[in-house]
């Protein structure tokens, strides 16, 4: 019998039945059609880009989003529950661009090395970190010895482990030896970047996040040097050292807020805080610094690292540019630079952001831009940006049911 050719349409047809598709191709799997003709897709491939500055990628990856822009460049944004990255084509090169969420100008921050280890102590009042977020320094100086300017302004940053609200702890890559006796002097400039969010969906928020009472390990205690009854302001204790300039203690069950201290007295105290009752204590009470304390009834502080949601990304292109969200946060923007081999940072959506790139404000906008969003997208043909769960107009205040676009 002679050889018959087969000319198949290309194409899967899944709308008749084997049968009636007779010709065509009805089921596939990982092939396409090429000038008509079947072929073959390869298997994957392991993306071996690195990132930039000698960095690590970090986190776990939670959003992808491909396009190319105008120069040709084939980009990929990177969104993971720790950081936000560019990717300028496969292969290349990531961009760390997680945006920043606050500085500390000179003079807030300053460091405290141990002679033999890598643990550096970091005192910044109000940094508002959290464990897994990420800070980068400039302006700092050497501390004496192996933890030098370079070490401690390097471009990559460090990763914060929360202490207290004035204090958390970074590693650096090398030992601190004797001569490291120096604070980095009084031009530190530290650049935090937004918080980091959780790598899995996790359940431990409110009860049973801390331990029984609101105590937390490693907080600063003394004992009072004298009994005091219900209604004194001032409480005379051993030592004040360790304790914030104001703040609240525990003594028993009684939680007492301060407005002032010397080395041996707590004062201007008001007694019985958060629903606690003022009461007498003995000479020798321990009184404790509740700088993370949690009440009855009240959720755990997000500065103790404790979260409820993973970290979700939403991504979406505004003509060449990138728009992001991270779920129950700010919009940020990422524009493209005339020079490819610049890549700035995300920045923040935001009527008081007047920086500019290439002479343009990309990020200033009107008063009524939403400041936070469960997820964002543009519209493919009139490109409406467009908010879901957002704070309305007028007010700070997230609706989970509410959806804003732009003009």
Known sequence: ?????????????????????????????????????????????????????????????????????LNGYNYLGIGTNQKFYIQISTGGNLYDITPTRYIASAGVTTFAATNGSGTII??????????????????????????????????????????????????VPVTANASDVGTGGASVVATYQITSGNAIFSIGVGWGAGEWGGGVTGEATTTLNGGINNSVTTVTVVSTTGFPATGTFLVDNE????????????????????????????????????ALYTGWGEPAPASQGIGQQLRLWSQATFGQNLLFNPRGGA??????????NVVNAGQILSSTNTNSQNGIQYWLADADCPLISNYVLVSDASRFVIGFGVNDCGSTTQNQMLIRWSD
Not at 331 to 338: E, G, L, P, S, T
């Open 331 to 340: 919009i940020y923007y990422w524009v493209v630079d005339a020079n490819p």
């Open 122 to 171: 970091v005192n910044a009042a109000g940094h508002g970190a959290q464990t897994g977020d990420y800070v980068t320094y400039s302006g700092a100086v050497s501390l004496g010895g192996n933890v030098t300017a370079a070490i401690l302004n390097a471009a990559t940053g460090y990763e914060i482990t929360y202490i207290t609200s004035n204090q958390y702890s970074i590693v």
């Open 255 to 290: 939680l007492i807020t301060y407005t002032g201290k010397t080395s041996t007295t707590f004062t201007g105290c008001t007694r019985g805080q958060q629903g606690t009752a003022a009461a007498s204590h003995l000479t020798g009470a321990v009184a404790a610094d509740t």
């Open 1 to 69: 019998m002679p050889l018959q050719k087969l000319q198949f349409r290309p194409g899967v047809n899944r709308e008749g039945t084997t049968l009636a598709n007779e010709g065509g191709w009805f089921q596939c799997d990982k092939i396409r059609f090429r000038s008509g003709q079947v072929e073959k897709i390869g298997g994957w491939t392991l993306d071996t880009g690195t990132v930039t500055s000698g960095g690590n990628y970090i986190g776990v990856c939670r959003s992808l989003w491909n396009w190319i822009a």
